[in-house]
């Protein structure tokens, strides 16, 4: 009587563990399934941002209230003047937005001064080098400094957090590894005479210098959609699991 206690405890306690796996197998499922419902709208949400005319840049004022969930990808157009401040490379390997940009290289990222005082950061476009070559962006750059207000028109981008393996920034050579403008004017001084900075930066769509360095350009987003393949696995895993069980089961009660 002891031994069969304990065999009906034990079918018993595997069917209990079988039913939680499945359960869990089939949860998972359904937040692929909503997780793939919300990638679904922000694909929507970003392709009408990045194919709406460009609005003006919002009014400093206005800067606290935005969020990248809310304004990421917008496109705006306003005057500013580049400002005679050293600028900032960040080196990049590729890009997932720019359909034209490719291999080893690094973003150009200027500081500049709209009409009221405040400081935007512009990322004004990709120099192709492997060497993170500082003479070669400070000649392109120098270019861009003209003194003159210049209308630019572009895509709010929010700053990057640097991961656990991101290199360090190199200050001599004004190299940095993410896009954190926040960081580059804290220590090339973009902002250091009181001037407001933007909490985002500019991804540089027009214009283009005559020599084409830095090369900036629209902006594409292709976000990865893999969520239904991922549901259909842990559904198949849950049906696979029930199975199993189902012909352990028989196995069990012939006995």
Avoid at 41 to 70: K, N
Avoid at 86 to 108: E, F, H, L, N, Q
Wanted: aromatic residues 10%.
């Amino acid at each position: 009587m002891t031994g069969e206690l304990a065999r009906r405890r034990g079918t018993a306690g595997f069917a209990i563990f079988t039913l939680v796996m499945v359960a869990v197998c089939v949860g998972l499922g359904l937040w692929q399934l909503q997780r793939r419902l919300e990638k679904h709208a922000l694909i929507t949400a970003l392709d009408e941002r990045l194919a709406a005319a460009p609005g003006a840049l919002p009014e400093p004022s206005q800067w606290s209230a935005l969020t990248p969930a809310r304004d990421e990808f917008r496109r705006v157009s306003f005057m500013a003047n580049y400002a005679r401040l050293p600028d900032a490379m960040v080196y990049s390997s590729g890009s997932a937005v720019r359909d034209d940009v490719s291999g080893p290289g690094t973003w150009a990222f200027l500081p500049a001064q709209l009409p009221g005082g405040a400081t935007v950061a512009v990322n004004a476009g990709f120099v192709q080098n492997t060497m993170q070559d500082r003479a070669q962006e400070d000649r392109a750059v120098g270019r861009l400094i003209t003194g003159q207000p210049v209308k630019l028109t572009g895509y709010l981008r929010f700053p990057e957090a640097a991961g656990a393996l991101t290199p360090r920034e190199d200050t001599v050579k004004r190299l940095w590894f993410t896009r954190d403008h926040v960081a580059m004017a804290r220590a090339l001084g973009w902002s250091a005479d009181g001037r407001m900075l933007a909490p985002f930066y500019i991804d540089l769509e027009s214009p283009a210098p005559e020599s084409g360095i830095p090369k900036p350009g629209a902006l594409s987003v292709h976000l990865k959609d893999d969520h239904l393949q991922y549901a259909v696995t842990w559904f198949a895993l849950a049906g696979v699991m029930a199975i199993a069980f189902a012909v352990w089961w028989r196995a069990q009660r012939r006995h």
